[in-house]
Each structure stands twice: as structure tokens, then as C-alpha cells.
């Protein structure tokens, strides 16, 4: 059974930091691209970033490009999401996600696997 497992969520204030990891199991993601949504209460899913299954590519959201920095274990079945400088605007349940040979600017509906989400909120 695939599974991925988000963690490293939590509050912060506003110019703070966290970090976010991502646990996928369940099978092989040596070829998978990897991404972070995140979903704010009344809005829809919105990108975040994602990840080549090399990790020699990446994407960001222009909201968090220069602030946020995605990368992968070695492992190829971690991922992460360093986020500095936090704003009140980024608050939000992100959520994990795995597809299959995506191009890294692959939609959320292009994704195979996504985890339960973690909660992310910046106090101002």
C-alpha cells in the first residue's frame, strides 16, 4: 500500500521558518516527480513546488520562488520543503504528492499519490 507522510508542520511567526518532509512508501519512486499543493480554507489546491525524479529540475509558485526551497533524499523516496521568510498569506494544509514520470509543472490532477496534508499557519 503506497503511503505518503507529511510532517514538520506547525505555527509560526511571520519572517520564521519550518521545514517540511515527506515519507512515501509502499513502492519504487526512483522515476516519480514530486510536489507540494497547499490549500487554504475557501480556496482551491494551488501549486507549491515540485521536484524531477533526479531531482535536477525543479518548479516554484511565483508566491514563494526565493523563499521556499524543495529537494529530495537520496533515497528518492523523501522529499522536502524548506519555507523562510513566512507570511500570513502562506498559511495553509500542504500536502505531499507523487506522480509517475510527471513533467514538473504537471497539475495536481496528473498525480498519483498524495499524503494527508500538514497544517501550516503564519501568525502576523
Known amino acids: 500500500q503506497v503511503q505518503l507522510v507529511e510532517s514538520g508542520g506547525g505555527l509560526v511567526q511571520a519572517g520564521g521558518s519550518l521545514r517540511l518532509s515527506c515519507a512515501a512508501s509502499g513502492r519504487t519512486f526512483t522515476s516519480y516527480t514530486m510536489g507540494w499543493f497547499r490549500q487554504a480554507p475557501g480556496k482551491e489546491r494551488e501549486f507549491v513546488s515540485a521536484i524531477s525524479w533526479s531531482g535536477g529540475s525543479t518548479v516554484y509558485a511565483d508566491s514563494v520562488k526565493g523563499r521556499f526551497t524543495i529537494s529530495r533524499g537520496n533515497a528518492k523516496n523523501t522529499q522536502y520543503l524548506q519555507m523562510n521568510n513566512l507570511k500570513p498569506e502562506d498559511t495553509a494544509v500542504y500536502f505531499c504528492?507523487?506522480?509517475?514520470?510527471?513533467?514538473?509543472?504537471?497539475?495536481?490532477?496528473?498525480?498519483?499519490?498524495w499524503g494527508q496534508g500538514t497544517q501550516v499557519t503564519v501568525s502576523s
Open positions: 504528492a507523487a506522480g509517475d514520470r510527471l513533467r514538473v509543472d504537471a497539475g495536481p490532477s496528473a498525480y498519483d499519490y
